[in-house]
């Protein structure tokens, strides 16, 4: 027998927006940049402008994304809509069951990072810290990052697709704020006298730690997925 549901709720956007939000490419291109910043004698001002809008550039690109995939999937028919869900489901539990891989056995075997390729060009628009390299790099880390990294994004989006309504449109943008509020707490208090070799450090300390809430979050989320689409849950 169906369960009614209403999801997914704000407890299940929040958690999987801060878990995702723990973003080490992200992150680790903001704390570059900040070093390229600090080394070439910028003030705080120009810090905190162009650090704001590679951060307003993140969050664009990955709420239009966002939207893109929403609306896609919410003008699909329902029969479709339903394989779809499956197939992200199983997806997403393998992506999972990666994370999960990577906090006891990091670096051996398959892994969801960034191409080395990927990061080497990014390490060069880090070096551009003009307004529109900052705006450029910001788009290219969220859109590369995405199809890496953007698993608990997805599964968040096609959640939001099963019950697509205004409600949803702004669990989207909130998932958006929360996504970039590490970045805007980093720039903050670099900009206030934080060293970057504690941010790095702490970077460092919780990378294992966040894998394993982050595979434990998208084993869960990928077993909802696939019980909406068996009737096993239904939105209310």
Same mark, same amino acid.
């Given at each position: ?11 299940? !956007? +929040? ?7 723990? *973003?080490?490419?992200?992150? @680790? $291109?903001? #704390? &570059?940049?900040?070093? /390229? ?80 390729? !990927? +990061? ?7 070096? *551009?810290?003009?307004?529109? @390299? $900052?705006? #450029? &790099?910001?788009?290219? /880390? ?95």
């Amino acid at each position: 027998m169906a369960v009614e549901a209403f999801l997914p709720s704000i407890g299940i !956007v +929040t958690t999987t927006a801060v878990i995702d939000s723990i *973003n080490p490419c992200a992150i @680790g $291109v903001l #704390i &570059l940049m900040i070093s /390229v910043l600090m080394s070439g004698k910028h003030g705080v001002r120009k810090m905190l402008v162009l650090g704001g809008l590679y951060i307003a550039a993140i969050f664009v690109t990955y709420l239009a994304a966002g939207l893109g995939l929403l609306y896609f999937l919410t003008n699909l028919p329902l029969a479709i809509t339903e394989y779809i869900s499956i197939g992200v489901g199983t997806l997403i539990i393998f992506a999972g069951m990666l994370e999960v891989k990577d906090y006891f056995w990091y670096g051996r075997g398959f892994s969801l990072t960034i191409p080395h390729q !990927v +990061t080497d060009k990014i390490h060069d628009l880090t070096k *551009n810290v003009t307004i529109p @390299g $900052v705006i #450029i &790099l910001g788009c290219f /880390v969220a859109a590369v990052e995405l199809p890496c990294t953007g698993a608990p994004y997805l599964a968040i989006i096609t959640l939001l697709s099963q019950y697509f309504d205004f409600t949803a449109l702004l669990l989207l943008i909130y998932y958006n704020v929360i996504f970039v509020m590490p970045l805007i707490v980093i720039l903050v208090l670099v900009a206030f006298g934080m060293k970057l070799h504690k941010v790095k450090k702490w970077k460092q300390d919780y990378r294992g730690f966040m894998r394993l809430l982050i595979g434990l979050m998208l084993i869960g989320m990928g077993w909802l997925l696939i019980a909406i689409s068996n009737n096993m849950i239904n939105f209310g």
